[in-house]
C-alpha cells in the first residue's frame, strides 16, 4: 500500500512541475488561470469596457461590461483566437455568448460558460459587434490577457 502511495505522490509532483530545461512538461495548468483584458472603441463607437475570465481545464467562465454603447442597442460579443482585427475563429460555441442588451445608461453587462479552457500559449480576443444583423462591424475590441 505505502508503495502505490509514493508511486502515485510522485506522479503528482511531475505533473506540479512546470518547465524542465526550458520545455513545458505541465500541459494542466497551462489551460488554468485568470485572465482579463480593457475593450478600446472601434469604428468611432465610443463603446469601451473591461473583461475578465476564469478558465479551468476543460471549462472558462466569462464576464464582460460594457459603457458608452447607445440605450436599447443589442451587441453580441465573442472570446476569438489570435489578436483585434486578425479575424481568428471564436472560442467555444458562438450560442453560448448571450447578446448584451445596453440599458438607459449606456451600460451593459454579460456572463458565459464556455465549454473550453484558454491555453496560456494562445493569444485572444474580444470582439463586440455593432448588431445582430451587422456582426461585420466591430464596435469594441480587446486583448485578453493571462
Known amino acids: ?4 502511495l509514493l508511486i502515485g ?3 503528482l509532483t511531475a505533473c506540479t512541475v512546470s518547465t524542465n530545461g526550458g520545455v513545458d512538461v505541465d500541459p494542466v495548468t497551462d489551460l488554468m488561470g485568470d485572465w482579463e483584458g480593457q475593450l478600446s472603441p472601434q469604428n468611432n463607437s465610443g463603446i469601451v469596457g ?3 475570465a476564469r478558465s479551468a481545464v476543460a471549462t472558462t467562465g466569462v464576464s ?3 459603457a458608452g454603447a447607445t440605450s436599447g442597442a443589442r451587441h453580441p460579443w465573442h472570446i ?3 489578436t483585434c482585427g486578425s479575424g481568428g475563429a471564436i472560442v467555444g460555441d458562438a450560442g453560448a455568448y448571450p447578446v448584451l442588451q445596453v440599458g438607459a445608461n449606456g451600460q451593459a453587462s454579460a456572463s458565459a460558460d464556455l465549454n473550453v479552457a484558454l491555453s496560456e ?3 485572444y480576443y474580444i470582439n463586440v459587434h455593432r448588431s445582430p444583423q451587422d456582426l461585420g462591424t466591430i464596435v469594441a475590441c480587446g486583448a485578453l490577457r493571462d
Open 1 to 4: 500500500m505505502r508503495a502505490l
Open 9 to 11: 505522490l510522485t506522479a
Open 50 to 52: 473591461a473583461v475578465a
Open 64 to 66: 464582460l461590461s460594457i
Open 80 to 82: 476569438h483566437r489570435g
Open 121 to 123: 500559449d494562445g493569444q
